[in-house]
């Protein structure tokens, strides 16, 4: 039987665990068996990066907390165990996970288990599916874009009438000077 101390410690291990799930938007689950040191490195840096959590977790610990914050995933917590976390964009952790499932597909078991998105179990196919949308970034600069391409054509459609005048004007004068001459 683990003293009061451990337990107590695993208490407080699950809370935070808990306050973790609760205040993220996106949790991936995932397995991690046969993924290599320098792998591993590659995705904690590429996370960390993008301002994301992940980290390695023991399947006690996790259904406990989930169970806590009502996420029925029982079934996928088996073997070994990390989760992803987003605390804003659900899709960035998305593309992140989903792009080394498939760069790992070959060398390792790296695959999606699980996961939740504001309060709700969702499954690998929405994951999936997440993962190929683009990032909030993206979405802006497509925005950006689409909302500056009619000053930018009218601009350009300016120029060239501008342009054209300028031309006929010249065309024009040099015409009128010719027949000035002949007379």
């Known amino acids: 039987m683990p003293s009061q101390k451990i337990l107590e410690a695993k208490k407080q291990y699950v809370n935070g665990l808990v306050e ?4 993220s938007k996106m949790g991936i689950i995932v397995s991690y068996k046969g993924i290599n040191v320098e ?18 977790v023991k399947n006690s610990m996790l259904r406990f907390a989930t169970k806590e914050v009502g996420y029925e ?3 996928s917590l088996h073997g070994t165990t990390a989760i992803a976390l987003s ?12 792009k080394y499932v498939k760069e790992l597909k070959e060398s390792s078991e790296f695959k999606i288990k699980t996961g939740f998105m504001e309060g709700k179990v969702v499954d690998v196919k929405l994951i999936n ?15 950006l874009g689409l ?21 006929e004007d010249s065309g024009e004068e040099s015409v009128t000077k010719t027949e000035e001459k002949k007379d």
């Open 20 to 23: 973790k799930l609760k205040g």
């Open 39 to 56: 792998q591993d490195t590659r995705l904690r840096k590429e996370i960390r990066e993008a301002e994301l959590e992940y980290f390695v």
């Open 73 to 75: 995933i029982e079934e």
């Open 87 to 98: 605390k804003e964009d659900p899709i960035k952790v998305s593309k992140i996970i989903t």
């Open 129 to 143: 599916e997440l993962g190929s949308l683009p990032t909030q970034e993206e979405l802006y600069a497509k925005l």
């Open 147 to 167: 909302l500056t391409s009619p000053m930018r054509m009218f601009a350009v459609a300016g120029k060239a009438v501008a342009e054209k005048k300028a031309f």
